[in-house]
């Protein structure tokens, strides 16, 4: 940021604020930048999230209609823990 002098012509304090408008409007275009990368980066995390979650849906609907399954994990599941 430009120091102001109060002695200087007003069209030379006008014209400080103008570059300092300028710089701060370039900072903040950077920082809008780097946040619209940050937003390409999450949706496609969560992008991927969403597929993972799904394949493991129907992982997990296969193994289940696998014949046989239910009925080990049923048995199982009513086992005296220390057995199993």
């Known amino acids: 940021m430009m120091k102001s ?45 969403i597929k993972h979650g799904e394949q493991m849906s129907v992982n997990m609907l296969k193994l289940f209609l696998t014949p046989g399954v239910v009925e080990c994990c049923s048995k199982a599941n009513n086992q005296d823990p220390s057995k199993v």
Do not use: C, G, T
């Not at 014209?15 to 980066?41: G, H, P, T």
């Open 5 to 49: 002098d109060k002695s200087e012509p007003l069209i030379v304090q006008i014209a400080r604020e103008i570059i300092d408008m300028y710089d701060a409007v370039e900072y903040l275009n950077s920082e809008v930048e780097e946040l619209r990368e940050y937003k390409k980066k999450y949706f496609k995390l969560l992008d991927e999230s």
